[in-house]
């Protein structure tokens, strides 16, 4: 995937962040952490997950079905439209 390869630093310290959060979840779990911290930080865990997961998919559809290189105006503006949509669908 050349999108992963030329943001490689940027996406492995996006998951390494949230690895941690997942990290801190099961600290909080191990030590009877509270509820409600442990409730904030599964919701943030997923909300950093599913920014992520859309963050890919704009990448795959920018560089993988469309070429940017060739597509048309109406190519790339249809795609950043699909862009938008499935960021409001994830969140």
Do not use: W
């Not at 995937?1 to 990290?23: E, F, P, W």
């Not at 599964?42 to 920018?62: C, D, K, P, Q, T």
């Amino acid at each position: 995937m050349a999108h992963t390869l030329k943001d490689r630093v940027k996406l492995l310290n996006r998951a390494k962040r949230i690895r941690g959060q997942i990290d801190g979840v099961i600290r909080m779990l191990e030590s009877d952490g509270d509820c409600t911290k442990i409730l904030n930080t599964i919701v943030a865990s997923r909300g950093a997950i599913n920014g992520f997961l859309a963050e890919l998919i704009e990448g795959h559809i920018m560089d993988h079905v469309l070429n940017p290189h060739t597509a048309t105006d109406e190519q790339l503006k249809s795609a950043e439209e699909l862009n938008v949509i499935i960021k409001k669908y994830i969140k």
